[in-house]
T-cell receptor, first 113, second 118 residues
């Protein structure tokens, strides 16, 4: 069966420091991969998605970037964190079929101080 | 443009009573529809989806949802609520025709907090 791993679970970083969040998927190949941010425990904001290695689409201009160095690995990065980057970050994957659901990781709670 | 509306920020239900969490959608074509549940500090868990066929879809944990094309709704239901059902519920839609590029991404509602009291 397929599983998704996301780490770390929590992270406290000072303003101006770099960020790297990692997500990996097991048990499938060529998944579509996604990074979401959830603020205030409610709405989801799609940040990036990827349909293949090296293919990244950005939905919202951010102080963030994403990379997909391997088929089942998706990384969210920042060179310099802002206070406004605090939030709950969720990685997700789905199969390529357009009726397939998203499957989410357990999320990373990022607090920028 | 695609959109999803969850008109209730919060739904309060007594344990053992039936529950309904409402969702309406807007897409240019026919939709794929999904429900997710989120427990505190956890990722979203997939509950059920409507693709085609029977308008009543059964999912995990005893939940079901009814697709109503004329009312463009996909309400989540459960005959008898449990305290453990208390969580945040998200409805999501994807246009089954215009799914290329970013249009293939799920559009989520803002979520409805379900509170089940003993």
């Amino acid at each position: 069966s397929q599983t998704i791993h996301q780490w770390p679970a929590t992270l406290v970083q000072p303003v101006g420091s770099p960020l790297s969040l990692e997500c990996t998927v097991e048990g499938t190949s060529n998944p579509n991969l996604y990074w979401y941010r959830q603020a205030a425990g409610r709405g989801l904001q799609l940040l990036f998605y990827s349909v293949g290695i090296g293919q990244i689409s950005s939905e919202v201009p951010q102080n963030l970037s994403a990379s997909r160095p391997q088929d089942r690995q998706f990384i969210l990065s920042s060179k310099k964190l802002l206070l406004s980057d605090s939030g709950f970050y969720l990685c997700a994957w789905r199969e390529g079929a357009h009726n397939s659901p998203l499957h989410f990781g357990n999320g990373t709670r990022l607090t920028v101080t | 443009a695609q959109s999803v509306a969850q008109p209730e920020d919060q739904v309060n239900v007594a344990e053992g009573n039936p529950l309904t969490v409402k969702c309406t959608y807007s897409v240019s074509g026919n939709p794929y529809l999904f429900w997710y549940v989120q427990y505190p500090n956890r990722g979203l868990q997939f509950l059920l989806k409507y693709i085609t066929g029977d308008n009543l879809v059964k999912g995990s944990y005893g939940f079901e949802a009814e697709f109503n094309k004329s009312q463009t709704s996909f309400h989540l239901k459960k005959p008898s609520a449990l305290v453990s059902d208390s969580a945040l519920y998200f409805c999501a839609v994807r246009d089954r025709v215009n799914y290329g590029g970013s249009q293939g991404n799920l559009i989520f509602g803002k979520g409805t907090k379900l509170s089940v009291k003993p």
